[in-house]
């Protein structure tokens, strides 16, 4: 990249393979030979270390490499007019950064905040001509959504291509997402059901940090997750996050999936036959294809990740399930009497879902709901009601005890 910098300015340098004075004698050259101050432009700056991030001395390297880099900037200010970087991640500020104590950080930034997608009048405006046979609503629901604390926007990416195809595709999903998203959700024993809403502090959005590497700031950094409200308690900010669109969510929760099941086609039939038995309202063909699933995520999977034993996995497992499904489904639904573990919508029917880990005392989930009166919330809202009561086994590893009822 500096080569062919040199090569366009018609500028050559002497350090040519000492990249810190090269790009330094670049500026300084340039300035002279144009009488003009110059503007540095740098493009996924965070790259190289995004793509050995699961290498940690590895990571720290390179982090060291494109620190001295990056450092020549700050005394060549009187040379510069403009210098802007763009990336995934924002690194903290001991860490690449620490050099450029002036950078003005725009990552969460009202007066910038649509300067990476296409707002809904924008996005009406310019394709209007290739709107005519498509549902809009059904456009935003599955491309809209990015919030970076002024009007929501559209992924560009997946906008331009879905109007040539016209098929709702997980475009940008699809360009490729790091596996090692899914191994940090899994090693952290993350609850995927949070994701839904997700409450962070200023900190986490702000900097990435090589030494602890946090879930939630490497989903709303990658794109993941978006901004859903702003609150201010005391003295702090604080975000609540959630899934963009359609898009992210079906394809995050597949993704999901993916990383512990045996094999994929089975999971597409399973997924399949969950939509067909709600279709039919055939509450006791789900526990089968429940069981079949668990049945089928390699024992080796469970050896690797140790995490069988905790309520959240299969919560977790099972929410997956049903949002990679494309279901309408709302976590930790709050009531006057406790939180839903799961409820999922089905046209004009309710399920709700309660899960427990046991030992011995079955029935105790199914017990929860009505004792609590979950459903209470939703009684004449939705024309038919389902409580459903899930348990398992540790030791099997699967449900020993599923019951429902209708009220």
């Known amino acids: 990249m500096l080569e062919r910098n040199q090569e366009s300015l018609k500028i050559s340098c002497e350090h040519k393979k000492d990249f810190r004075r090269c790009i330094e004698e670049l500026i300084f050259q340039a300035y002279e030979?144009?009488?003009?101050?110059?503007?540095?432009?740098?493009?996924?700056?965070?790259?190289?270390?995004?793509?050995?991030?699961?290498?940690?001395?590895?990571?720290?390297?390179?982090?060291?490499?494109?620190?001295?880099?990056?450092?020549?900037?700050?005394?060549?200010?009187?040379?510069?007019?403009?210098?802007f970087l763009t990336g995934v991640s924002r690194f903290?500020?001991?860490?690449?950064?620490?050099?450029?104590?002036?950078?003005?950080?725009?990552?969460?930034?009202?007066?910038?905040?649509?300067?990476?997608?296409?707002?809904?009048?924008?996005?009406?405006?310019?394709?209007?001509?290739?709107?005519?046979?498509?549902?809009?609503?059904?456009?935003?629901?599955?491309?809209?959504?990015?919030?970076w604390l002024g009007d929501k926007v559209y992924n560009p990416f997946d906008i331009l291509l879905f109007l040539d195809k016209k098929l709702y595709r997980p475009y940008w999903f699809?360009?490729?997402?790091?596996?090692?998203?899914?191994?940090?959700?899994?090693?952290?024993?993350?609850?995927?059901?949070?994701l839904e809403s997700l409450k962070a502090g200023e900190e986490i959005l702000?900097?990435?940090?090589?030494?602890?590497?946090?879930?939630?700031?490497?989903?709303?950094q990658t794109g993941y997750l978006t901004i859903k409200e702003v609150k201010r308690l005391t003295e702090k900010t604080f975000y609540e996050l959630t899934y963009p669109n359609l898009e992210v969510k079906i394809s995050l929760n597949n993704l999901y999936l993916n990383n512990i099941f045996n094999i994929l086609s089975e999971k597409d039939e399973l997924q399949i036959g969950?939509?067909?038995?709600?279709?039919?309202?055939?509450?006791?063909?789900?526990r089968n294809i429940l069981y079949s699933f668990f049945s089928s995520i390699p024992l080796d999977w469970y050896?690797?990740?140790e995490i069988d034993s905790y309520e959240g996995f299969y919560a977790s497992v099972v929410y997956a399930l049903l949002n990679g499904s494309g279901l309408e489904v709302i976590t930790e639904d709050a009531t006057n009497r406790g939180r839903i573990d799961l409820t999922l919508i089905y046209k004009d029917r309710l399920y709700i879902i309660e899960f427990k880990v046991i030992e011995k005392e079955e029935g105790l989930s199914l017990k929860q709901i009505k004792e609590r009166k979950y459903y209470e919330k939703y009684q004449g809202k939705y024309r038919e009601i389902y409580l459903i009561g899930i348990e398992f086994s540790k030791e099997k590893r699967n449900i020993v005890h599923y019951e429902w009822e209708k009220l």
Do not use: H, M
């Open 33 to 83: 030979k144009y009488k003009a101050p110059v503007v540095v432009l740098v493009d996924e700056y965070d790259k190289p270390i995004l793509d050995r991030i699961e290498d940690r001395e590895k990571a720290i390297e390179i982090r060291e490499v494109l620190k001295d880099f990056y450092s020549v900037l700050k005394p060549l200010d009187a040379y510069l007019k403009f210098v």
């Open 92 to 147: 903290s500020k001991v860490s690449i950064f620490s050099g450029l104590n002036q950078i003005n950080d725009i990552t969460i930034d009202e007066k910038f905040s649509t300067i990476c997608g296409y707002t809904q009048e924008e996005f009406e405006e310019v394709f209007k001509d290739r709107l005519l046979d498509v549902d809009i609503e059904e456009i935003k629901k599955w491309y809209n959504g990015y919030n």
């Open 174 to 194: 699809e360009t490729g997402t790091p596996t090692f998203l899914v191994k940090l959700i899994l090693q952290n024993k993350y609850y995927i059901p949070k």
């Open 206 to 220: 702000s900097n990435l940090d090589i030494d602890y590497i946090n879930v939630e700031n490497i989903l709303f």
């Open 274 to 286: 969950i939509i067909e038995s709600l279709e039919n309202n055939d509450i006791d063909s789900i």
């Open 303 to 305: 050896r690797r990740n």
